[in-house]
């Protein structure tokens, strides 16, 4: 790990409580489920201090692309303020459409600094285009619209492509179609598969991860979706994929960097309580945002545990 100081950040919490995306829609409760379990308390007990900033939603009614566009306009919006402002935003889905606000503002905030870049903790590519994708969901499209490509009202809501593909790594996957991994491969975006990954140990492959996101940017951002862990530790997803990485890994992984001044907004997606029936996938997420967002304090007891 490089000797960046580390920082608490002043962390405001976003909900895009919304399913729309997805052929599930169960995820749609995720923000509230776990502001219900107290976050940002837990989170202040961690010594990151942290407000609920709002809770997005889509209008009722609305066809899922029109839902998803209205709530990626909103969700850029809040995350392009807060990124201004250098507040840290830890967005909290919903599906992983959401992906297409979150980043969409932050690229936004960041352009007269820089690029931003990007590391997509996932089981899934996410790169469909309509033309390509066998179910039409919108959230297994976010990183193609990041890059650039997919529907034109999705894609220019940062302005430009939100993403360059020499910025972007995906971390942890397990479960795509050819259509999408040929267009990541056209472009040239480093993809690690699982078993690369579990090769590797999750932390070294974060590492080559976080260099790629933070070579020639201003910042960078993480986004976790939890199907990327093993459901026999995170069943509280829509869309499953066995042999994930083991969530202690990745909370380890995440700790290291903690306080990292280089990460501008984190995101955490897919949370579905409606299969959280114990309640271990919601104490996962909040596990998670704790250990990428700790203060120097508690990085150094994560890190001698």
């Given at each position: 790990?490089?000797?960046?100081?580390?920082i608490?950040?002043?962390?405001?919490?976003?909900?895009?409580?919304?399913?729309?995306?997805?052929?599930?829609?169960?995820?749609?409760?995720?923000?509230?489920v776990?502001r219900?379990?107290?976050?940002?308390?837990?989170?202040?007990?961690?010594?990151?201090?942290?407000?609920?900033?709002?809770?997005?939603r889509?209008?009722?009614?609305?066809?899922?692309?029109?839902?998803?566009?209205q709530?990626?306009?909103?969700?850029?919006?809040?995350?392009?303020?807060?990124?201004?402002?250098?507040?840290?935003?830890?967005?909290?889905?919903?599906?992983?459409?959401?992906?297409?606000?979150?980043?969409?503002?932050?690229?936004?905030?960041?352009?007269?600094?820089?690029?931003?870049?990007?590391?997509?903790?996932?089981?899934?590519?996410?790169?469909?285009?309509?033309?390509?994708?066998?179910?039409?969901?919108?959230h297994?499209?976010?990183?193609?619209?990041?890059?650039?490509?997919?529907?034109?009202?999705?894609s220019?809501?940062?302005?430009?492509?939100a993403?360059?593909?020499?910025?972007?790594?995906?971390?942890?996957?397990?479960?795509?179609?050819?259509?999408?991994?040929?267009?990541?491969a056209?472009?040239?975006?480093?993809?690690?598969?699982?078993?690369e990954?579990?090769?590797?140990?999750?932390?070294?492959?974060?590492?080559?991860?976080?260099?790629?996101a933070?070579?020639?940017?201003?910042?960078?951002?993480?986004?976790?979706?939890?199907?990327?862990?093993?459901?026999?530790?995170?069943?509280?997803?829509?869309?499953?994929?066995?042999?994930?990485?083991?969530?202690?890994?990745?909370?380890?992984?995440?700790?290291?960097r903690?306080?990292?001044?280089?990460?501008?907004?984190?995101?955490?997606?897919?949370?579905?309580?409606?299969?959280?029936?114990?309640?271990?996938t919601?104490?996962?997420?909040?596990?998670l945002?704790?250990?990428?967002?700790?203060?120097?304090?508690?990085?150094?007891?994560?890190?001698?545990?």
């Amino acid at each position: 790990m490089s000797g960046n100081i580390r920082i608490a950040k002043d962390v405001r919490i976003v909900g895009a409580a919304t399913g729309r995306g997805a052929g599930d829609e169960g995820c749609q409760r995720g923000p509230e489920v776990l502001r219900a379990r107290g976050l940002t308390a837990y989170l202040a007990r961690a010594g990151v201090p942290a407000q609920w900033q709002a809770t997005l939603r889509p209008s009722r009614n609305l066809p899922p692309l029109a839902a998803v566009r209205q709530l990626s306009a909103l969700l850029a919006q809040q995350v392009y303020r807060l990124t201004a402002q250098r507040r840290f935003p830890l967005v909290l889905g919903g599906d992983h459409s959401c992906g297409i606000g979150t980043w969409s503002g932050a690229a936004r905030a960041l352009r007269l600094q820089g690029a931003l870049g990007l590391v997509w903790i996932d089981a899934h590519m996410d790169a469909h285009v309509p033309a390509t994708s066998p179910t039409g969901n919108l959230h297994g499209m976010p990183l193609a619209c990041l890059l650039g490509h997919g529907d034109a009202q999705l894609s220019e809501l940062a302005g430009a492509p939100a993403l360059r593909p020499e910025h972007l790594c995906l971390v942890g996957v397990r479960s795509f179609e050819d259509g999408e991994a040929q267009l990541l491969a056209r472009l040239g975006v480093r993809v690690m598969h699982i078993d690369e990954v579990q090769r590797r140990g999750l932390d070294a492959a974060l590492d080559e991860a976080v260099s790629i996101a933070t070579r020639g940017t201003a910042g960078y951002g993480v986004s976790i979706d939890l199907d990327a862990l093993d459901p026999s530790e995170a069943p509280g997803v829509g869309t499953p994929v066995t042999n994930g990485l083991r969530a202690e890994d990745l909370r380890r992984a995440l700790a290291r960097r903690a306080g990292d001044a280089r990460l501008r907004a984190l995101e955490i997606a897919e949370y579905n309580p409606q299969h959280d029936h114990d309640g271990r996938t919601a104490t996962t997420a909040m596990q998670l945002a704790e250990a990428a967002l700790a203060a120097e304090a508690k990085w150094q007891q994560l890190r001698a545990a």
